[in-house]
């Protein structure tokens, strides 16, 4: 079974931009997770999507949002580029089944912002 | 109080010996706790999870040791091996899949 693919894997974009990020979850599994990776704030919960319902969000601001298809796949937009959004933003797929809370990782899409 | 503090910070290990990684918290809510694995330029792996119901999980040369009325949990690996040498993480959630993260410890066993 195929694991979490994100696209793109890395991004270079300008202050001010606004970028996109693809999740595709593994076959099955219906709850995507964002988190953002950065050397200094660690990984941190950016939100929660279920049956293309926002279920958990982190404190973020609101220029960090997300959204989940009849798939399963996500995508996690970020408007207005600031330089401190350069980060690791690693997606997570769970099969939201009883009570596992199991979550599996993609490679994650490294973003630097210049 | 939904931090996760974990230790040591870095962590250097003679090949065949134990590494040891420990993490605490304060959220008593708290009752799935996972410890990941990651290596640079890979998303983290699940490698073993523990509910606050058990004292210890293994799995192969990963052990979770968990005390409940100290709110502390920690990762053994037994026999470590260069192949080991990484980033883990611990990790605590309540009934959610919103991941409190802790800080890392970067783990490196010499040959």
């Known amino acids: 079974k195929a694991g979490v693919t994100q696209t793109p894997r890395y991004l270079i974009k300008t202050r001010g931009q606004q970028v996109t990020l693809s999740c595709s979850p593994i076959s099955g599994h219906r709850s995507v997770s964002w988190y953002q990776q950065t050397p200094g704030q660690g990984l941190q919960f950016l939100f929660e999507?279920?049956?293309?319902?926002?279920?958990n969000k982190g404190n973020f601001p609101g220029r960090f949002s997300g959204r989940q298809f009849s798939n399963s796949r996500s995508e996690m937009n970020v408007s207005t580029l600031e330089l401190g959004d350069s980060a690791l933003y690693l997606c997570?797929?769970?099969?939201?089944?009883?009570?596992?809370?199991?979550?599996?990782f993609g490679p994650g899409t490294r973003l630097t912002v210049t | 109080q939904q931090q996760v503090k974990q230790s040591p910070q870095s962590l250097i290990v003679q090949k065949g010996g134990i590494s040891i990684i420990n993490c605490a918290y304060e959220?008593?809510?708290?009752?799935?706790f996972p410890w990941y694995q990651q290596f640079p330029g890979k998303g983290p792996a699940l490698l073993i999870a523990i509910r606050p119901d058990v004292s210890e999980k293994k799995e192969g040369r990963f052990t979770i040791s968990f005390n409940k009325s100290a709110k502390q949990f920690s990762l053994h690996i037994m026999d470590s091996q260069p192949g080991d040498s990484a980033t883990y993480f611990c990790?605590?959630?309540?009934?959610?899949?919103?991941?409190?993260f802790g800080t890392g410890t970067r783990l490196k066993v010499l040959a």
């Open positions: 959220n008593t809510a708290f009752d799935y």
């Open positions: 990790a605590a959630s309540a009934g959610t899949y919103k991941y409190i």
């Open positions: 999507y279920f049956s293309e319902t926002q279920r």
């Open positions: 997570a797929s769970s099969l939201s089944v009883g009570s596992t809370y199991e979550q599996y």
